[in-house]
């Protein structure tokens, strides 16, 4: 089996053709370089440069290819707020150019990078499948829209998808895979730190019990180790269904503050500032169908997380 993986040399989507292609499967990476870089793609993957925009790059990366897991996307929520149109052409009509070249090729796999904002502000303890979707920005709208266009095909063409809800990804599987972006917590307060500069945590008022915002954080190997089980999945068959992809555990912006001091050495002083419109106090995922449904649970703690998002970090800074 070949699989294509969109977005392959950015940050998730190396992890995921690293695992692939330990489990020896042949893949295929189509990416546009506009986040992801070169120097993170397995030299055993063929590398196709181009956008899913772009109708010879895409049916140059679709050649041979039995299966999809498509993470390719524009992903940051305050950017997809101010420039709409863009997240609607790269998310939608990118997942509808694929859409299109796979139903023309005949393929029938597709596992999809879906996301947690899908949700918006879920009033629940824990996040299963089946709570309501009320996403808050463009960028979950766009991840919504493109379950809907995926559920559409499936039942019009015979694809059998995996739609894979991402909570709060962070850590490296290897310190040259870490995360070179600075908007998550754990990036963004080592960036304070290398600074000199204190950083800052958006309220501390929540009705949880330090009072600051609580998230459910799953290292990037298991999202890799997720992907990699639901293709074999589909190679064994399976119609597919939608999946959480986290620990089912949260934890505090205090408590992984606490945990950053404890794996730098470094003390970790902070400001305490207003709120963030549309910060939900608590997000936490049900991980019990993607347990029962396909045998995955996530392995690595927050602990290991941070640790590994340091190691990355130290190398990219040094």
């Known amino acids: 089996m070949t699989w294509l993986v969109t977005g392959g040399a950015g940050y998730i989507g190396a992890h995921?053709?690293?695992?692939?292609?330990?489990d020896g499967q042949q893949v295929v990476v189509l990416d546009d370089l506009s986040t992801g870089t070169p120097d993170r793609l397995d030299p055993a993957a063929r590398f196709v440069p181009g956008s899913l925009l772009d109708p010879t790059a895409l049916a140059d990366a679709m050649h041979g290819v039995t299966g999809v897991v498509h993470i390719a996307a524009k992903k940051q929520v305050g950017e997809s707020v101010a420039e709409p149109l863009r997240y609607y052409r790269e998310n939608v009509d990118g997942l509808l150019a694929l859409l299109e070249a796979c139903r023309d090729g005949g393929v029938d796999r597709f596992v999809f990078s879906s996301s947690a904002a899908t949700y918006g502000m879920p009033d629940v303890e824990l996040v299963t499948e089946d709570t309501p979707k009320d996403p808050l920005s463009p960028y979950g709208e766009t991840k919504l829209v493109g379950e809907w266009l995926l559920r559409d095909c499936a039942i019009a063409y015979g694809l059998r998808v995996m739609c894979m809800r991402y909570f709060n990804v962070a850590g490296a599987a290897i310190p040259e895979l870490g995360d070179p972006g600075v908007f998550n917590l754990v990036p963004l307060v080592f960036q304070a730190l290398a600074k000199g500069e204190r950083p800052r945590v958006f309220g501390d008022d929540y009705p949880t019990p330090?009072?600051?915002?609580?998230?459910?954080?799953?290292?990037?190997?298991d999202i890799a180790e997720a992907h990699l089980t639901a293709a074999r999945t589909l190679d064994a068959g399976s119609t597919g269904s939608t999946y959480n992809i986290g620990r089912g555990t949260g934890s505090s912006v205090l408590e992984v503050l606490e945990v950053i001091g404890q794996v730098?050495?470094?003390?970790?002083?902070?400001?305490?500032?207003?709120?963030?419109?549309?910060?939900?106090a608590r997000v936490v995922a049900s991980v019990d169908r993607i347990a029962e449904d396909l045998g995955f649970r996530a392995e690595h703690d927050l602990e290991q997380m941070v640790a590994s998002a340091w190691a990355g970090w130290q190398l990219r800074h040094p």
Do not use: K, N, S
């Open 16 to 22: 995921v053709v690293r695992a692939m292609v330990q």
């Open 264 to 280: 730098t050495g470094l003390e970790v002083a902070y400001d305490i500032v207003d709120r963030r419109p549309g910060d939900p």
């Open 210 to 221: 330090d009072g600051t915002c609580i998230r459910d954080y799953v290292h990037v190997a």
